[in-house]
């Protein structure tokens, strides 16, 4: 049920028949990617960050579904660290105090028990980084993370929603087929468990409402969409479809990501009630 909201393709990107056949492939990737974080909560490195060409400044896609599964593993008493270009983390400091942030600068890899990606780019065949028109990105990017975690046996989560980020290597077939640009553009990198969504933030929410089904307990509650937004637009990130410095993400305006917020915590505390 989640994993079909988290897809609901408002901004009309076409990732419709790509979540169909992947949902064919790997119908309970939601709830594996859910279980996974569950089990491995205790020191969680987070990832994201995606510079928009040509500008190349950070979206708003990502960071935000990144800080409310801090705080989700915060919540659960686990440790949580973020990982992120210089522009990001400058953009989230004025949450540091209310959420405890800590950031990573040069982790050790092999010292966590799962790693996240959240609107990370991922490189294409060509070992390049490309945006969902085939514009190449430039900035820092963080492949290197999955492949030490893949090295270590760190379990993964890739969080995605265009096929050109972190994880989606997972369905690259799937991206060449349906998405514009595929076969340019399709992320070769993998991860362990992959969660495909109309938005990346919203494939945040959904692992996060997910994992409150299996655990009794809502981590989304009192998660405030508009106000983290709008904070990190302040500080400098822009809308990744727009491409302007307004308070909405991938093109969809601000009021349709508190909704969908409010409807995920709604089944999520409706569910929990019937317990």
Do not use: C
């Amino acid at each position: 049920m989640i994993a079909h909201l988290i897809n609901t393709d408002v901004g009309g990107r076409g990732v419709g028949r790509l979540y169909l056949d992947y949902r064919r492939r790997d119908f309970n990737f939601l709830h594996n990617s859910a279980k996974l974080f569950l089990d491995n909560y205790g020191k969680v490195l987070i990832v994201t960050g995606f510079p928009i060409p040509p500008m190349n400044v950070p979206e708003t896609d990502g960071p935000p579904g990144a800080l409310a599964l801090y705080r989700a593993v915060r919540e659960l008493g686990g440790e949580a660290e973020i990982l992120a270009q210089e522009e990001v983390i400058n953009a989230m400091i004025p949450f540091q105090k209310a959420l405890s942030l800590r950031f990573a600068g040069e982790p050790d890899v092999s010292s966590y028990d799962l790693v996240i990606f959240v609107e990370t780019p991922g490189k294409a065949q060509d070992g390049n980084h490309y945006s969902m028109s085939g514009l190449p990105v430039v900035g820092e990017t963080f492949d290197w993370v999955a492949e030490e975690a893949k090295e270590h046996g760190i379990p993964t989560i890739g969080i995605g929603d265009g096929g050109n980020e972190i994880g989606m290597g997972k369905v690259r077939d799937l991206v060449v087929r349906y998405v514009p640009h595929g076969e340019n553009i399709a992320s070769t990198i993998e991860t362990d468990e992959l969660i495909l969504s109309a938005v990346s933030n919203w494939g945040a929410y959904g692992l996060i409402a997910q994992a409150s089904l299996e655990l009794g307990k809502n981590l989304l509650s009192g998660w405030e969409e508009a106000f983290v937004v709008r904070l990190l637009v302040e500080s400098g990130l822009i809308d990744g479809v727009s491409k302007k410095r307004e308070v909405s993400v991938d093109g969809i305006p601000i009021e349709v990501h508190v909704a969908f917020v409010k409807f995920l915590n709604g089944i999520v505390e409706f569910n929990l009630s019937k317990v």
